[in-house]
């Protein structure tokens, strides 16, 4: 069967391979069926940013093998510099024989023929102020897709926003859903502002007023059955100097109308689960606690998995004492009603910004004694993977409280202690002593000695300090840093097949020291709040330096850890990329072997049936490489240079009987894929 139009009948559209048809068809285990993918002899389709809704970024596209890989070439190249795009983080959408994308600041929502890259239609709302403040503008990662009687609908959440609701076949808005926006030259139907539901007083062009904060949006929505649920983001917690700001509350509206559905108070108000955690009614004003990373959803049960992000401020939360539900939690709503079916918070009372910066990853797992349980995956920049029955949130293993060091900063009440699952095993370095430091040769271990007395070295969890700390200290080491670990630059990826977990991970701190409110908010221009903190984010300081310029920990400074998870154990863990010439040419460790370091890159990944596909440099830093893992055992099966690096994720899926994999590449989409899948003339767009 090839491509289809999305004017397919309804009766053709019911042949989208539900779970258990799926399964018996692939000869693969249930939890495939967390998608609406189409699968045939010349169709594999990539229904979500993740590629299914269990986010798993696998296809069951098989053309592409160890054997042939070497064969792979570039079939054509989509250039959204005109749309002014820029940071590669969308991964497109194929579904009804369309690929489907955002690119720029605008949010140009794009559709793209999947054979030749030529663009088929665009789409995009006029200007408003609450737009051009985004901070989050340029961020969009994606769309939505569903069917309405057959007809495909893309949506997409606006920098501004604004809900958009886009015949899938044209591009125009869609008849019927929401209604005229009192704005100069929006269209009359297609479009919900989501601001007339946040329950803060607006101006439709300018937004909500900035001393009571802002928000934005940076994933797309997810279509859930009838639901259409939105995340949201805010401004960022280090750019923050004000105590106020608003909540990123959880929206849901009806995907055929737009009408709104209902909405789940990410801050507990009085009488709320959860609202004893804000102890000096700082539920009032304090806001974000936002859903910035991509949801999940599991629509046979009407559950969707939201990960959320740290409330107001990074670093400091002497304002709000409490563990601060749901800050830096994964919440499990009713995609019908929005109330909460089960939450677990991964951090307590978040001052480090270790917002939970991807989306869950769903699995049915076969665990030893207990047979098929269904799970769901967090991963988090501190280094772990807190795993949950999605069903009830209870731990698949063990979680363990434990103690963790207090804070000096003046005001600050940090929670004694945090969870740690106890399994699977962390999959980086988690805090930093003298035993982490690099000892190649004795001359570079007194180095790093030296220069690491500046600072405050301790476990996971050593909190930020002040300037005006006691012991002179230049900044505190928070390890792994506020950029991970994993971070959502490079997703984790699994394979629902086999139950395996594959996570992306670079070795660095965070190096944090913290200064008076007002001090910070000089720095900010156009600060959200009203009312300065004690402290808040100071300049960042310069990270630890050897004069040879090698990184002051041990190696490898970047990984993928593979854990299989039916028993929560790490199945290979290997570098990626190669050893930068900056390392094994430095003369500091002239007659050293140093081994295979990594790069130091978070890399972007797929899953597919016969492979784990990843993107990376040379050991020169320049040369892109894509490379080919065996998903069992971790070796190298293959390598190819490609035009450049892929940037915050890969898909791949098959169309007209071809598999293609998709690498973001700045402004550009790369489509890799077999000499057959080339069209006529092989002609770049």
């Not at 401004?235 to 106020?244: D, F, K, L, P, S």
């Not at 999940?296 to 409330?311: G, K, Q």
């Not at 740690?420 to 982490?436: H, L, N, R, V, Y």
């Not at 080491?477 to 670990?485: E, I, K, R, T």
Request: aromatic content about 10%; hydrophobic content about 35%; charged content about 20%.
């Amino acid at each position: 069967m090839k491509s289809r139009s999305s004017t397919m009948s309804g009766s053709i559209a019911k042949k989208l391979i539900s779970l258990s048809c799926l399964a018996a068809i692939l000869g693969l285990t249930p939890q495939i069926a967390l998608s609406q993918n189409l699968v045939t002899g010349d169709t594999v389709e990539w229904y979500t940013l993740g590629g299914d809704y269990a986010h798993t970024r696998y296809t069951p596209a098989d053309e592409i093998t160890a054997e042939n890989f070497s064969d792979l070439e570039v079939a054509w190249e989509w250039d959204g510099t005109s749309f002014g795009g820029q940071t590669g983080r969308s991964t497109p959408t194929y579904v009804d024989g369309k690929l489907f994308t955002v690119s720029g600041a605008r949010r140009h929502v794009v559709a793209i023929d999947p054979k030749t890259g030529e663009t088929l239609w665009s789409y995009r709302l006029p200007n408003t102020g609450r737009w051009e403040y985004s901070m989050r503008a340029s961020y969009g990662k994606g769309i939505a897709y569903s069917r309405i009687d057959g007809r495909g609908v893309v949506y997409i959440s606006t920098p501004g926003f604004f809900l958009v609701a886009l015949d899938a076949e044209t591009g125009a808005p869609l008849e019927g859903f929401g209604g005229q926006v009192p704005i100069a030259g929006f269209p009359k139907t297609g479009v919900v502002d989501m601001l007339a539901n946040l329950g803060h007083p607006y101006d439709p062009y300018e937004g909500i007023p900035l001393e009571t904060g802002y928000i934005t949006t940076s994933s797309p929505p997810i279509v859930v059955n009838d639901a259409i649920v939105v995340g949201n983001s805010a401004e960022q917690g280090y750019n923050q100097a004000r105590i106020e700001n608003v909540p990123g509350d959880i929206l849901a509206y009806d995907k055929v109308t737009g009408e709104f559905k209902w909405k789940f108070n990410v801050i507990p108000r009085p009488g709320e689960y959860g609202h004893e955690t804000w102890e000096n009614d700082a539920w009032q004003w304090t806001g974000d606690v936002s859903s910035w990373a991509p949801l999940t959803a599991d629509p046979e049960n009407n559950i969707v998995y939201v990960p959320t992000n740290p409330p107001t401020i990074d670093y400091y939360g002497g304002f709000r004492p409490g563990d601060n539900l749901f800050g830096t939690s994964v919440i499990a709503l009713d995609t019908e009603t929005g109330e909460r079916r089960w939450h677990f918070q991964t951090v307590k009372h978040d001052v480090w910004n270790y917002d939970n910066p991807a989306a869950p990853i769903q699995l049915d797992l076969n665990i030893p004694g207990r047979g098929t349980v269904p799970a769901v995956a967090q991963v988090t920049k501190q280094g772990f993977v807190y795993t949950f029955d999605r069903m009830t949130g209870e731990p698949i293993w063990p979680m363990e409280e434990r103690a963790v060091p207090a804070s000096e900063v003046p005001g600050e009440k940090l929670a004694t202690t945090q969870p740690f699952p106890t399994k699977p095993p962390a999959f980086e370095m988690q805090g930093i002593s003298e035993e982490d430091l690099i000892d190649f040769t004795p001359a570079l271990r007194r180095e790093a000695l030296e220069v690491m007395a500046n600072y405050d070295m301790g476990p996971l969890f050593n909190p930020p300090i002040h300037a005006a700390n006691e012991a002179g200290k230049i900044s505190s080491a928070m390890c792994p840093g506020d950029g991970g670990g994993a971070n959502i630059t490079a997703p984790p990826v699994a394979d629902p097949t086999t139950g395996f977990l594959y996570v992306s991970s670079t070795r660095a701190c965070s190096w944090q020291r913290i200064i008076p409110g007002e001090e910070a908010d000089a720095r900010i221009s156009n600060p959200t709040g009203a009312t300065f903190a004690a402290y808040a984010n100071g300049p960042r300081s310069r990270p630890p330096r050897l004069d040879s310029g090698i990184p002051y920990f041990k190696p490898p400074y970047s990984t993928i850890t593979a854990y299989d998870m039916n028993t929560g154990e790490i199945a290979f863990q290997i570098p990626t990329g190669e050893t930068p010439d900056r390392i094994r040419n430095n003369p500091a460790l002239q007659g050293v072997d140093v081994g295979d370091t990594g790069t130091g890159n978070q890399v972007p990944m797929v899953t597919t049936a016969n492979l784990l596909i990843y993107s990376d440099t040379d050991h020169d830093g320049q040369t892109a490489l894509l490379y080919a893992i065996d998903k069992q055992s971790g070796d190298e099966v293959g390598r190819i240079e490609v035009p450049a690096r892929s940037r915050y994720g890969m898909s791949s899926w098959k169309h007209d009987g071809h598999q293609y994999i998709i690498l973001q590449t700045g402004s550009k989409l790369t489509a890799m894929a077999m000499p057959g899948a080339r069209a006529e003339g092989g002609a770049a767009h």
